[in-house]
């Protein structure tokens, strides 16, 4: 059994490291015949045994990289200290020898919620007017719009519950026709139809930007009904009068829709986290990974991404890849990023923040053994490319960048509803599209910002709840927030960042 006390925390019996729980001071007694050689922040490493100069490294049953000096038990364990090894080969890495039966995944308490459904795709979690830009020249005069429309016309629509203006940094001064436009053209086009949007098309645009109506939507749909040129309108009076009408129109609409229970195959909701410690990786990341399981146990559809977190378990996740092309096209994605991050001159190692560091974790695969674990354990059904839509249930990875404020808004293209958000060291993150919820990993997180969290996965650590208990409570709050009986922090305030869509193509 890996040590558990209330100082440390091992996690497989193959470590050779722990973390310490709190601070610890020099001299503490941590185990039989062992004791702190110096002061040891809280979550950071802490040697069980010596580890000669070489040696491996061992957390989570992984090697985390390889001692630069020998480090005699007991010593903290910081990131100055060993070196990282070689990524994982991509090559014929084998897949579906780790599939997990659905009957042996944890049974969810409920198994239907209150959403809004849609003619195709998952349902909303909430009833808004989504209003796009096709360039960000369009974004200020589409912001005062939304400011007016909110304090206007919205009190008219009961059944609305807001308006969003997706004022994305994309659509010109582009390589458009860049290979990898495609990336962020998806994301505009998959965003103009989020199941948040009910269906109702309004898409602004300059009129003589790159980033065409007909390259993001099908021809029947540009219409006057759906689409506004700020250029086709004489000056400003005339310009907000047009936008106001539009939004009523659609409004009115809008207001028709109503929650209705569902299945949970009509829910899909993201994982993401961000501003992670040693400790995500062993409360909040798990407890969320056991929601992602009852969730997907029930039918719903659960993505994560952040490929540069992946990266090191890359191998864990083709064990669990349902066929052969699921575990290609997971290859392909990590190649791709490969070479995106060497054409720009680092590595996946380039990824961990010095919040990360502060929070104990040493390197990239530390961080990516944590991170991993949000996805639970159930079969990945499907590989996406970023802001790709999924076509199956269950277990989905999205290959989006690891950088919170990308991989949202990727997620948000993809169709998400709802996006449970794990963090260390803390973040305000918050999306205006669909809900957040957040689930720190450590209690004095929570206290620290107790009326910004809405989760502490804290007790984890301290023996006082289990990942079952935390997960269930975390699988709760998912159904709740989704159904719109309850409302997390970054809603309640307000606090929610930009649609900052991921593009690799080039600027011109
Ligand atoms: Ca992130």
């Not at 497989?12 to 310490?20: F, G, L, M, P, R």
């Not at 065409?212 to 939507?217: G, N, S, V």
């Not at 919040?355 to 590989?383: D, F, Q, R, W, Y």
């Not at 960048?401 to 509803?417: H, K, M, R, T």
Request: charged letters at 20%; proline letters at 7%; glycine letters at 10%.
């Amino acid at each position: 059994m890996p040590i558990q006390t209330p100082d440390i925390i091992q996690i497989k019996d193959a470590d050779n490291v722990a973390v310490a729980v709190h601070d610890l001071e020099a001299g503490t007694a941590i185990a039989p015949d062992l004791k702190t050689r110096q002061t040891i922040p809280q979550a950071h490493k802490i040697a069980l045994k010596d580890i000669p100069a070489g040696g491996e490294i061992i957390r989570y049953g992984v090697v985390l990289g390889y001692a630069k000096d020998p480090i005699p038990a007991g010593s903290w364990i910081n990131e100055h200290m060993l070196t990282l090894p070689a990524s994982p080969s991509l090559d014929d890495m084998p897949w579906g020898t780790h599939i997990v039966p659905k009957e042996e995944l944890p049974v969810p308490p409920r198994t239907t919620w209150m959403g809004y459904r849609n003619k195709t795709g998952p349902a909303g979690t909430r009833n808004l007017l989504g209003i796009v830009t096709t360039v960000q020249c369009a974004a200020g005069v589409v912001k005062v719009a939304v400011e007016r429309i909110r304090r206007e016309l919205l009190p008219k629509y009961p059944n609305v519950d807001g308006v969003v203006a997706v004022t994305h940094p994309y659509g010109c001064g582009v390589a458009i026709n860049a290979p990898l436009a495609h990336i962020p053209i998806r994301a505009v086009t998959n965003v103009i139809r989020h199941p948040n949007f009910g269906g109702e098309v309004m898409v602004v645009g300059l009129g003589c930007e790159k980033l065409t109506y007909d390259r993001i939507l099908p021809p029947e749909d540009i219409t006057p009904e759906n689409v506004l040129t700020l250029q086709d309108w004489a000056g400003h009076d005339a310009m907000m009068n047009a936008l106001l009408d539009m939004a009523d129109r659609k409004l009115r609409k809008l207001n028709e829709r109503r929650r209705e229970e569902l299945p949970l195959s009509e829910l899909l909701i993201g994982m993401q986290c961000g501003g992670s410690d040693a400790f995500s990786g062993i409360t909040a990341n798990p407890s969320a990974g056991y929601a992602a399981d009852m969730l997907v146990r029930g039918g719903a559809t659960v993505m994560f991404s952040e490929v540069t977190e992946v990266r090191d378990g890359v191998q864990m996740l083709a064990a669990r890849c349902v066929n052969e092309s699921v575990r290609d096209r997971l290859a392909a994605e990590m190649k791709w990023y490969d070479d995106y991050l060497e054409a720009g001159g680092v590595d996946r190692d380039a990824n961990p923040t010095p919040g990360n560091k502060k929070g104990g974790l040493a390197n990239i695969v530390e961080k990516a053994m944590g991170s991993i674990a949000k996805s639970g354990t159930s079969p990945i059904v499907e590989v996406l490319s970023p802001a790709e839509k999924p076509t199956q249930h269950g277990l989905i990875y999205a290959a989006t960048p690891a950088s919170d404020i990308v991989c949202g808004p990727s997620q948000v293209a993809s169709g998400i509803g709802l996006q449970v958000f794990m963090t260390g060291r803390g973040t305000p993150y918050g999306l205006d599209i669909c809900p957040v919820i957040k689930v720190c990993s450590r209690n004095e997180m929570k206290e620290h910002w107790f009326d910004m969290i809405d989760i502490s996965a804290g007790d984890v650590a301290v023996g006082k709840a289990t990942i079952a208990d935390v997960g269930t409570e975390i699988f709760n709050m998912i159904l709740d927030v989704a159904s719109g009986v309850k409302q997390p922090y970054s809603d309640q305030y307000g606090f929610h960042n930009d649609m900052c869509i991921f593009n690799p193509a080039p600027i011109t």
